[in-house]
């Protein structure tokens, strides 16, 4: 009874180090330069936004299309982005990666080739993936439309990361982010 106290602590360690499972979903149209992407976690949707790529802005829509937020490419918070994603990339565990795709030239011959040339494309990516991350579920999934003009493109993944790599990664990329920024600042 005088170790129960100690359940606290091995809980909180257990759950800090446990992986979490992301499941991410994003859609691109390239003819109106929207989409949609939608993040779950253990399947509870945490992000939905339609986004529009306008110039050198992306429009983000929630999902009930109440609240508008345009993010500038040009924005210093990308470089956060730059530095997080650089940080978390080789501490993740890919479970799977689909790929889907609607593709479509007008004709019959050039929409074939096309989707050919795509599927090499991806399935070679998928060979440099698979060689890095052997034990991840990959797949294509293709529709080619014969006689429309379209490209539509999907992607659903599921990753593993533990709580302490995503704190670990923010931390460090916020250091790295104020120094680049002390840096900009000194050279200006």
Not at 37 to 63: C, R
Not at 84 to 89: A, D, G, R, S, T
Not at 91 to 108: C, P
Request: aromatic share 12%; net charge positive.
């Amino acid at each position: 009874m005088d170790a129960l106290y100690l359940l606290i602590p091995t809980f909180l360690i257990l759950l800090f180090l446990t992986p979490v499972i992301i499941q991410a979903k994003a859609t691109f149209n390239i003819q109106s330069k929207s989409g949609v992407l939608a993040i779950f976690i253990f399947g509870i949707k945490i992000i939905y936004y339609m986004y529009e790529i306008k110039g050198k802005t992306i429009v983000l829509k929630n999902q009930k299309e109440t609240k508008e937020t345009e993010l500038s490419i040009d924005n210093n918070d990308l470089i956060f982005v730059e530095f997080l994603v650089n940080q978390i990339k080789d501490k993740t565990r890919l479970k799977e990666l689909f790929v889907f795709y609607n593709l479509g030239a007008g004709d019959a011959f050039l929409s074939a080739m096309l989707g050919g040339l795509v599927n090499i494309a991806v399935l070679t990516f998928f060979t440099t993936l698979k060689s890095k991350k052997p034990t991840a579920s990959l797949g294509i999934y293709d529709t080619i439309s014969y006689n429309k003009t379209l490209f539509e493109i999907a992607l659903k993944t599921k990753i593993s990361i533990s709580l302490f790599d995503i704190a670990y990664s923010l931390f460090n990329s916020v250091i790295l982010t104020w120094k680049a920024k002390a840096k900009q600042k000194h050279n200006i």
